[in-house]
């Protein structure tokens, strides 16, 4: 199989369905299959289906308010499904337990919308904190070398010591995103990546 990228859209709209099969000869890391999701009165997907490949970059466009957030809360067990299949990495969501679904989440990347910073830390120590709970072996240089790696790559190694409270907007995002590749997930899940940023950033 290629090394290339691998990119594809779909469009989340005013009908609340999409349907997009990939063939079965390739990993699947993500599987949805006829899922209904509502709050209250308000429909969110109807029979909505699809498959994401390893290696796949997978763009889901829409309005606000369409269910894109949503999608993707799903997809890391943030949220329910009403009725359906969704699978993650092989693993159902349907009636999986706490500690499955802890360790599942491992091996996923989530970016929030707002960053979800800790206050009361500061840049070093929020990307720590994932490191240090979850990985009690590392040494003190080992973590210091991740923290300092991830920063660099997203261009905000100067933004070390610095309070959340202290970060411009685009320097939130680029900065989450960090946190979330520190753990070198599996799957990674961005919710709006480029919101806030500057087109050569985005780039």
Not at 85 to 111: M, P
Not at 144 to 170: F, I, N, R, W
Request: include cysteine.
């Amino acid at each position: 199989m290629s090394n290339s990228i691998k990119l594809r859209f779909i469009t989340v709209n005013s009908s609340k369905q999409f349907t997009y099969f990939q063939s079965t000869i390739m990993n699947k890391v993500i599987e949805i299959e006829h899922l209904f999701k509502s709050f209250g009165d308000r429909d969110i997907f109807i029979d909505a289906s699809i498959d994401i490949l390893k290696g796949e970059n997978l763009l889901v466009l829409g309005r606000s308010g369409t269910g894109k957030s949503v999608l993707i809360k799903i997809i890391a067990g943030l949220l329910t499904a009403v009725k359906g299949k969704v699978s993650v990495l092989s693993q159902s969501l349907i009636n999986i337990s706490k500690k499955e679904l802890n360790a599942l989440r491992l091996k996923i990347g989530f970016s929030f919308q707002s960053s979800a910073f800790y206050d009361n830390m500061t840049v070093q120590e929020n990307l720590e904190f994932p490191l240090v709970r979850n990985n009690k072996s590392m040494t003190r240089k080992e973590i210091d070398k991740a923290v300092h790696g991830v920063l660099d790559s997203v261009c905000s190694l100067h933004a070390l010591t610095q309070m959340p409270s202290e970060l411009s907007g685009g320097q939130k995002k680029r900065i989450g995103i960090a946190r979330t590749l520190i753990m070198n997930p599996e799957i990674m899940l961005y919710d709006e990546p480029t919101a806030g940023l500057d087109p050569i950033t985005c780039v």
